[in-house]
């Protein structure tokens, strides 16, 4: 089960975030001195229920016509940024720098 | 010529887009950069709602959703309506969300 | 040898492929059919469209903080996750890949994408 102290003891971790169904940021952590704060994580909140609810039609609708399964549950979203990146999984999310980002680690974390 | 939506019950802004997202006209708002982020926002939303659609339409194998003909997203007090190139702000009180709809769907096809 | 033969070529990748951003091309190399590639290619790319926007608007918000702009993303799912890189797509076993060496690959030799998306 994932926390938020475990996530942010990922290597790098800048913040780890919970946050609803429907997207609002619940409780978050920040690293010392990390450019980001708590606006920033509700908006990326909101961007992983997004994108995981896209993701989830998505793989209904490919696993309906092709008969391929395994994208369904949706399990996770990652969005690479310029700069960072934001691994979410569940109803939990975690911020770390690209050049340090572990994914399988994260999604380890989160599940 | 979209100035004239201006006129109708509750819209509180209105601007015309290019196909890439610049600015074509836009009244409603004090400052210019407020217009062009606005005209920006719809023509991202536009194209995610046209992605959106597509997968709809591929998934279900039913007519009709594509091409999409416009989106509303509805807050509370206030809500972003548009048709084509066209996007208006508008106040939910006051505002006929069906009039607006018609006007947007005739001024997109100006 | 192309990204595309490259990831194509590595155990646990069930495909990989390349779509244009106006949504009038794609190829693939792997294990799907032209139709399944055709409709990865869509979704990909419907995808995309979506994430440049959300990550747009959060830096025009002063939410940025290194987010845009966005260089891709990824769907995990049960058995299988979508890895995305600019136009640049690849399916993999989740089981039977590293999503690590999938991404590092991806994000050295894709460039990125430019701001309008052509």
Same mark, same amino acid.
């Given at each position: 089960?994932?926390?938020?102290? /475990? ?50 039609? =998505? ?50 974390? #989160?599940? | ?33 407020? #217009?062009?982020? #606005? ?57 006929? #969300? ?13 | ?25 794609? /190829? ?87 701001? =309008?998306?052509?």
């Amino acid at each position: 089960m994932a926390d938020l102290d /475990s996530l942010m003891k990922l290597d790098g971790a800048e913040a780890a975030f919970k946050f609803s169904p429907s997207g609002e940021l619940i409780e978050h952590k920040l690293a010392d001195g990390s450019s980001l704060n708590e606006s920033a994580l509700d908006l990326l909140s909101h961007v992983c229920v997004a994108n995981m609810s896209i993701a989830t039609m =998505q793989a209904r609708g490919w696993e309906n016509m092709t008969g391929m399964q395994g994208f369904y549950p949706i399990e996770g979203f990652t969005m690479v940024g310029f700069d960072w990146t934001a691994v979410a999984n569940g109803e939990y999310g975690v911020v770390i720098p690209n050049d340090k980002v572990d994914y399988e680690k994260a999604y380890a974390a #989160l599940a | 010529m979209i100035k004239r939506l201006m006129a109708l019950d509750g819209v509180m802004a209105v601007c015309h887009f290019r196909d890439d997202g610049m600015l074509v006209e836009g009244y409603g708002m004090p400052q210019q950069e407020m #217009l062009a982020g #606005l005209a920006k926002f719809a023509h991202d939303y536009k194209r995610m709602v046209q992605g959106n659609a597509d997968q709809l339409a591929m998934f279900t194998q039913v007519n009709g959703w594509t091409p999409p003909g416009g989106w509303v997203v509805r807050g509370p007090k206030t809500a972003v309506c548009s048709v084509g190139n066209v996007v208006c702000v508008i106040d939910n009180n006051g505002s006929s #969300l069906n009039e607006i709809m018609q006007q947007l769907t005739e001024a997109s096809r100006w | 040898m192309t990204i595309i033969n490259e990831l194509a070529g590595i155990n646990g990748v069930i495909a990989a492929g390349e779509y244009s951003y106006r949504g009038d091309r794609f /190829s693939y190399q792997g294990q799907l059919d032209e139709e399944k590639a055709r409709m990865a290619s869509i979704m990909c790319r419907a995808t995309t469209m979506a994430v440049h926007m959300q990550t747009d608007m959060m830096k025009s918000l002063n939410a940025d903080c290194g987010c845009a702009p966005s260089r891709g993303w990824v769907v995990r799912g049960a058995q299988f996750s979508v890895c995305v890189i600019a136009n640049v797509f690849c399916f993999i076993d989740n089981n039977a890949t590293s999503l690590n060496e999938i991404i590092k690959l991806m994000r050295d030799k894709v460039p990125n994408q430019d701001a =309008q998306l052509v």
